[in-house]
């Protein structure tokens, strides 16, 4: 093999393995990804339109993930409207973008509703995301802005912000 062609053949090595691996690491759109669930029990009403799973519940969907006492997915026309998880506590992991850090959540009930791609964390509700970690009763977060809104009538917002130490 020549030189010209076993250089040419290392670049085109390198820009197939480069093309790869930006592809492999691009997360695919949570939303349009199956929902698994793992329980101890499980309870469909197909008239009501409602799945009660419980005992040591898991949910993924993509990068979602979901643990539980007690999940009810709510469903119109076999499409999932909004996830309700309770337990002691109830918690939400997934990873936004390949390039941003993982969010976080806990609360004594997460609401999830799948359309809005919204979460409200209600009761000893906590967030942790980009380094802020945000305590309060109420916490509404949009998941596809990654805005945060806390507080409620009943209590007090708490914040810890990361500084950047050099």
Do not use: W
Not at 74 to 79: A, F, K, M, V, Y
């Amino acid at each position: 093999m020549s030189f010209i062609n076993s250089r040419c053949l290392c670049i085109l090595s390198i820009i197939g393995l480069s093309i790869f691996s930006q592809s492999s690491f691009a997360l695919p759109n949570d939303r349009e990804q199956p929902i698994n669930i793992s329980a101890n029990q499980a309870h469909k009403n197909s008239k009501q339109g409602v799945t009660v799973y419980k005992g040591n519940v898991i949910m993924t969907q993509g990068s979602i993930n979901i643990t539980a006492d007690k999940v009810t997915i709510h469903d119109n026309n076999g499409e999932v409207d909004k996830i309700v998880a309770t337990g002691t506590p109830a918690t939400f992991k997934q990873q936004p973008k390949p390039e941003s850090g993982l969010v976080t959540a806990q609360a004594l009930t997460l609401e999830y509703e799948l359309k809005k791609e919204s979460l409200v964390l209600l009761n000893e509700a906590l967030l942790k995301q980009e380094g802020k970690t945000t305590r309060s009763n109420k916490i509404t977060y949009d998941i596809k802005t990654a805005v945060m809104n806390a507080g409620d009538d009943t209590g007090r917002v708490q914040m810890i912000i990361k500084t950047t130490q050099k």
